[in-house]
């Protein structure tokens, strides 16, 4: 059976910078691509970023260029690299994986999810 357990939230302010993981037991990434997607209150879960395990990656426009998601050289831990946070950036961030390599930004396409983590930018 296939977990994804993640870390890496909390508050930062502005400007500032997190690393999130998603840790997968059960199996590797191989072969696989897991996506980040985010919630804020009121609002609908929505895409972040996607990576396979070729590396092939594809990111949403409003994080382009200040987040970055690589995969670790054990294939079982995927991260999402934030930089330059802004406020709007806070949501609960999920990581979802599907064993399928084709990277997808629709949260349908994604088999397993994990728990969620808290992520808050203050201004």
């Known amino acids: 059976q296939v977990q994804l357990v993640e870390s890496g939230g909390g508050l930062v302010q502005a400007g500032g910078s997190l690393r999130l993981s998603c840790a997968a037991s059960g199996r590797t990434f191989i072969r696989s691509a897991v996506g980040w997607f985010r919630q804020a209150p009121g609002r609908e879960r929505e895409f972040v970023a996607t990576i396979n395990w070729r590396g092939d990656t594809y990111y949403a426009d409003s994080v382009k260029g200040r987040f970055t998601s690589s995969l670790a050289n054990t294939d079982d831990t995927v991260y999402l690299q934030m930089n330059s946070l802004k406020p709007e950036d806070t949501a609960v961030y999920y990581c979802?994986?599907?064993?399928?390599?084709?990277?997808?930004?629709?949260?349908?396409?994604?088999?397993?999810w994990g728990q969620g983590t808290q992520v808050t930018v203050s201004s």
């Open positions: 979802a994986a599907r064993f399928n390599p084709i990277i997808s930004a629709l949260d349908t396409d994604y088999n397993y």
